[in-house]
C-alpha cells in the first residue's frame, strides 16, 4: 500500500490503522463520507487534512463523526439550514395533501402484513382490526364487537403465553374473580414483568380496590409490580391507601413527605411540611421532618425580614455584603452560617440568632464552631474568631481551647485570608511540634518557626532556616540573635 | 469496528450480527423513506450495533433528536421513534403526533421500543389518544450488547435500583431472555452457578424458559462451559472503592471534564495534544476539535495497558516508547533494497504505535494533572504509608490520598467502629454528597454495620449539612444494606477477608501475580469467588458463602446427545460470569487478569446488567438527586 518516500500523510491515507476507523467495513469510512454528502450536502466539519489524523473525527459537539449521536444532529441541522440544500440531495417528494401518500409504489400496509392497504390515511385505525396483524393490546384499539370470533376459550396459561408472544389476546373475558387471580398467577410465574403490569392494569379497572388490596396482600411478587407501576402513572393517592392497608405505614409516610420536592411555592411547601408531621414515621424521621419543617418556617420569616432591612437599606452589613441568594430551602447548616454571618450578636432569644439556632436544631460543637468560624473569619471579624476559643476557668485565667485540631483552624483562617499575626497564634497552638513546623512552613510564620527550633534546641534546623529568610530582615536578626545566646545549650 | 469482538475466546460478533440483521429487517419493514427520532439514551447503545451507514443503506434519510412540540419537516413516508419504554417518552411522542400538521405532511409513525415493548406505554399513548395513529408498534430486543471482545453489557440504568431497592425483577427476566438468546447463538451452557437472590432467580427462569422451548434445542457445539451468577448485593464493597486502573481514571476523568462518558470513546481536550501534534506534523495548524479515542481492545495499546493500576501506567508507557523508538532506529541499520523495503512495510504500523503511545502518555499526564496522584506505595508494619513525590503544598493529592488512606483503612478493619474523623472533615467542608456517602456505606459494610449511635450521628451531620430531604436517599441506602445499623454484636466481615483473602499485604503494581493489585491491595469479593470457584471449589469456602445474602447453588443443564465436548489436553475453561446490579472496570480488569494467567485454566467472558462506578452507582440509589 505504501509507494514511494515513507511520507507521514501517505500512512494515514493508506489506512493500515484501523483501531480508530470507526465502520466495520474496511471501505466504510469512505462510504460514510459519501453518504453523509449524500445526506446533508452542507460544508464538512472534516477538514481533509485532518482526516489522516490516528483518533476519532468529532464535530464541534464531541461527537464522533458517523456515529449515530453525530448523524442525528447532523441530519437535523441540515433540515434547519436552507431548503435548497436540501433538494439537492433528495428528490422533492410532493406532499399535497391530495395526492395518495403511497406513490412510493408500496402499499402501507405491505409494511408488516401483506395485506392490501385499504385506503387512505384515515383507515389506518380500521387496519388494526385484521387479526393477523401483529397486535400487541388489542383491546386497546379495538370496537369489542370485533373480537367476538377469537374470545374463544383460553385458559389463563394460553393468554399469558400469547401475550409473551406479541399476539392477539383478550382479557376481558376473564370475569369472576377467581378466574382473574388465575390469570394474574399465570402472569407472575411467566416472570415477565410486562405481562404481569398488563394483567394488572386490567385488574385495576375491572376489580374494587378493596378487593385487590386483599387479593395482593398474599401475592408479594404482584404487589412489587403493583407498587411499581402505582408509582409510574403517579397515581399518589391510592399508593398511600394500600400501603395503609398492608400497614406499610413508614413507607408511606416517606413517599408522601417525597411529595413535598414537587411544591415550589415557600409557603406551600411549609403547610405541606406541617401536614407531615403526624405522619407515622419512624422516631427518627419523624425528628428530621419536624427539623425540616421548622427549619423552612423560620426561613420564610428570615428571609421576609432580612429582605425589607436590606432593601431598606438600614443595615451596614446588607449594604457592604449583598445577599448573593434567598436563604429559603437551604439545609440548615447553610442557614447557621447565615445566620452568624449577617445577625451575628443578636440575643439568644431572637429566630435569626446563632444561638437559638444551634439550640433548637442540636447542631454539635464542631459544627457550630466550624460554621461560625467560617462566617467570622469571612468577614475577618478576627476579634470574634477570638472569643470562639477563649475560654475562662474557675480561677480566672483565660485559654484557647477548641473541639477540633488547631491545625484544621489555621486551614480555616488561611483560606480566608487571615493575616500572618492571626494565623500565627492558631499554628503555636497546634500540639504536634513536626506539624505546628510544617504548617508553620506552608504559611511563612518566621516566629513559630524560629521560637520552635528554639525551643527544641535544634541548632542544625536554625541554621539552614536562616539561609531561607531574607539577608538582614528582622527575621534573619533575630535567628542571628538565638545562635549567638551562650545560654542556649544545643542538643547539636 | 467490529474486528475487535472477534479476537476473543468467544466471537461476539455473531451477537452483534444477529442485533444488525433483525436492526435490517426492522427497518425494511417499514418500506419507504424514513426519519428516525431517537430517544438520546439509545444512540450509544446503537452505535455498538451499527453506523449510519447501515441505516443509510435501509433509506433512513433524517435522524433527529426525540423533543417535545412538533416534529421538524422531513419529506419522508415513515416516522419511526426509537425508545426506551419510558412513560415521559410517551408523552414527549404523543405531542410530536398531535402537533403533526396531518394536512400537508402526512407521514407514517412507528414505534420501536427498546429492549422491550411496554403494556404500561401503550396504554398511556392510548391515553392521550395517539394509539390508533400509530402504524406499528414493534420491540428491538437488544438485551445483551456486545462491548468488547469479552465484555457485555444490558446498559440497563436502573438495574440495582430495581432489583434490590424496589423488588422489581423485570430487568431479572430480560437477563434470563438475554442469556437464552446467547445460548441459542453460542450453544447451551452446561454448568451454572450462582451465590444471591436474584442469581437464583435467573438461574429458575432459564431452565424454566428451557423446558418450554424443549423441543427446540439448538445443535451448537457449546462455546461455554460454565456461567456464574453473581449478584450485587453479596460485594456491596467493591463498587465503593476508589477505582485503581487506568480504565477506570481515564473514564472517570471523561466524566469529570464533561459530565457524561459515551460509552466507548472518550473525548479529550485539544490542548493537551497540541505540543505532541506539533513534533509530528510541523507546520499544520493546531487540532480545534476535541479528541476522540476509541477504548476497547481494537486500540492496541490501550488493551494492553487499561486494566493496569495507575501507580503501573508510567512504567508501561516508557516500556512501549523505548520499543518503538529501537523499531525506528533499524532504518540505519537497513542497508540493501530488501532491507528497506521491509523496514519501510512496517512503518505504517510503527508510525500508529508512536501516535497511540503519544496519546495515552498525554492522557496518563491528564490525569496526573488532575487527581495530582502517584506514585510509591509502600507497606510498612501492616500500616500503609504513601510516599508522594508533591509538595506539601498540594491539597488535592493530598485529599486524595487521605481518602485511599481511609478507604484502605476501611477494608483493612481499622476502627471501623468508630466515628471516623475524616468523614467528618469532610462534611464540615461540604465535599460532594456522594463522596460522604460512598465513605459512609464503606464503613458500615465493612464492619456488618454501624452501631446504632455512630449511624445517627452520621445521618444528622448528614441531613444537617445537606438538607433534610436526603433522608429518603438515606432511606433507599439502608433498604438495600449498603448503610445499616448493627444488628448482631458480630461483625463477620473480618472472617470473609481473612478466608478469601481480601487484603494483600504485598500487593504488585507494577507486575501483578495477583488480582488485588487492582485496588492497591483489595481484592474485590466478586473476583476471589470466581477465582476460588474454578479452583479449588466453593466447597472450600461454605462458611464463608453462608455469611453472604442468598443462596448459592449449581445447576446442570441436560446437552443434546453428541454436542458433549471433548476438552484437549490443557485446554482452557470458558466461563461466562454475569453481574446481576453491576459491574466496575477494576472487577473486569481482574477477570481479564485471571485469564491471561498462564496456570488459570479458565478463561472469562464478562457479561452485566450495567457498567458502573462508586458515583454513577450511589447516584442511582439518590432519590432524584437533582431536585430543586
Known sequence: MIRGKPDEDEYWNSSKFKAFTFDDEDD???????????????????EEEDEEDDVEKVSWSGEPVGSISWSVKETASSIRSTGEVRDQSFPKINTAPSLPKNSSGYSLSSLFKGKAKTGSFQSFSESFGETSIRNYAPELRKPKSEYKDYVSDWTPEETVKRMQQGKVYSLEKFRSLQDKLLLLDEAVNAHDGNVITAVLIYLKKSLSKENLFRELITREIALRHYIHFLKEIEEQKLLVELFKSLDRTEDMALMQYRDHLNIRDENKRRDFLKSCLSLPFSPDDATHVQDHYTLLERQIIIEANDKQVESSGQADIFKKYPR??????????????????????????????????????????????????????????????????????????????????????????????????????????????????????????????????????????????????????????????????????WKN | MSAHLSYGRVNLNILREAARKELREFLDKCAGSKAIVWDEYLTGPFGLIAQYSLLKEHEVEKMFTLKGGRLPAADVKNIIFFVRPRLELMDIIAENVISEDKMHSPRDFHILFVPRRSMLCEQRLKEQGVLGSLINIDEYILDLIPYDGDLLSMESEGAFRECYLESDQTSLYHTAKGLMTLQALYGTIPQIFGKGECARHVANMMLRMKREFAGSQTQIL????????????????????????????????????????????????????????????????????????????????????????????????????????????????????????????????????????????????????????????????????????????DSASEAFFDNLTVEQEFMTGVDTDKVNTYIEDC??????????????????????????????????????????????????????????????????????????????????????????????????????????????????????????????????????????????????????????????????????????????????????????????????????????
Open chain 1, 324 to 489: 448573593k441568594a434567598s436563604i429559603l430551602n437551604m439545609p440548615i447548616i447553610t442557614t447557621l452560617y447565615y445566620s452568624c454571618f449577617y445577625h451575628y450578636g443578636e440575643s439568644d432569644g431572637t429566630y435569626s440568632s446563632p444561638a437559638n439556632i444551634r439550640k433548637t436544631f442540636r447542631i454539635s460543637d464542631k459544627q457550630f464552631l466550624l460554621t461560625c468560624l467560617g462566617a467570622r473569619a469571612k468577614l475577618k471579624a478576627w476579634f470574634d474568631v477570638d472569643a470562639l476559643f477563649t475560654t475562662k476557668n474557675w480561677l480566672g485565667y483565660t485559654k484557647k481551647r477548641s473541639p477540633i485540631g488547631f491545625h484544621r483552624i489555621v486551614d480555616i483562617l488561611q483560606k480566608n485570608n487571615a493575616p500572618v499575626q492571626v494565623l500565627q497564634e492558631y499554628v503555636n497552638l497546634v500540639e504536634d511540634a513536626e506539624q505546628k513546623i510544617s504548617l508553620a512552613q506552608k504559611y511563612k510564620c518566621h516566629d513559630v518557626i524560629i521560637n520552635t527550633y528554639r525551643d527544641l534546641k535544634d541548632r542544625q534546623q536554625l541554621i539552614v532556616y536562616r539561609g531561607k529568610v531574607e539577608r538582614g530582615s528582622s527575621e534573619y536578626r533575630k535567628i542571628e540573635e538565638i545562635l549567638s545566646n551562650s545560654q542556649i545549650r
Open chain 2, 222 to 393: 457449546p462455546v461455554f462451559d460454565s456461567l456464574l451468577l453473581l449478584d450485587r448485593n453479596i460485594d456491596l464493597l467493591t463498587p465503593l472503592a476508589t477505582q485503581l486502573t487506568y480504565e477506570d481514571n481515564l473514564r472517570g476523568l471523561c466524566r469529570f471534564v464533561y459530565g457524561v462518558l459515551d460509552l466507548c470513546y472518550v473525548k479529550l481536550p485539544p490542548e493537551k495534544f497540541a505540543a505532541q501534534k506539533k513534533q509530528v506534523e510541523v507546520g499544520k495548524d493546531l487540532p480545534t476539535e476535541p479528541k476522540k479515542m476509541q477504548l476497547n481492545s481494537a486500540e492496541e495499546l490501550y488493551a494492553e495497558i487499561r486494566d493496569k493500576n495507575f501507580n503501573a501506567i508510567g512504567a508501561a508507557l516508557s516500556k512501549k516508547a523505548k520499543i518503538i523508538s529501537a523499531a525506528f532506529e533499524e532504518r540505519h541499520n537497513a542497508k540493501t533494497v530488501g532491507e528497506i523495503k521491509q523496514f519501510v512495510s512496517q512503518l505504517p504500523h510503527m508510525q500508529a504505535a508512536r501516535s497511540s503511545l503519544a496519546n495515552h502518555t498525554s492522557i496518563a499526564e491528564l490525569i496526573k494533572d488532575i487527581t495530582k496522584r502517584l506514585l510509591l506505595i509502600l507497606v510498612d508494619r501492616g500500616k500503609w504509608i504513601f510516599s508522594l513525590f508533591l509538595s506539601h503544598s
Open chain 2, 427 to 628: 462534611i464540615a467542608q461540604k465535599d460532594p454528597l456522594i463522596k460522604i456517602l460512598r465513605l459512609v456505606c464503606m464503613q458500615s459494610v465493612c464492619n456488618n454495620g454501624l452501631k446504632q449511635k455512630i449511624l445517627d450521628y452520621y445521618k444528622r451531620e448528614i441531613l444537617q449539612t445537606y438538607g433534610y430531604e436526603h433522608m429518603l436517599t438515606l432511606n433507599n441506602l439502608e433498604k438495600t444494606g449498603l448503610l445499616k445499623p448493627q444488628t448482631s454484636t458480630r461483625n463477620n466481615y473480618p472472617t470473609i477477608r481473612k478466608t478469601l483473602k481480601l487484603w494483600m499485604e504485598d500487593a504488585n503494581e507494577q507486575n501483578p501475580n495477583d488480582i488485588s493489585y487492582v485496588y492497591s491491595g483489595y481484592a474485590p469479593l466478586s473476583i476471589r469467588l470466581t477465582q476460588v470457584l474454578a479452583r479449588p471449589g466453593w466447597r472450600s469456602i461454605e462458611e464463608v458463602l453462608k455469611m453472604l445474602p442468598g443462596p448459592h447453588f449449581e445447576e446442570r443443564q441436560q446437552l443434546p446427545a453428541g454436542l458433549h465436548k471433548k476438552r484437549q489436553q490443557g485446554e482452557n475453561r470458558t466461563t461466562l460470569v454475569f453481574f446481576l446490579g453491576g459491574v466496575t472496570y477494576a472487577e473486569i480488569a481482574a477477570l481479564r487478569f485471571l485469564s491471561q494467567m498462564e496456570d488459570g485454566g479458565t478463561e472469562y467472558i464478562i457479561a452485566t446488567t450495567k457498567l458502573i462506578n462508586g458515583t454513577s452507582w450511589i447516584k442511582s440509589l439518590m432519590d432524584r438527586p437533582e431536585a430543586p
Open chain 1, 28 to 46: 466504510d469510512f469512505t462510504r460514510l463520507k459519501e453518504s453523509k454528502r449524500a445526506v446533508n450536502s452542507i460544508r464538512s466539519l472534516v
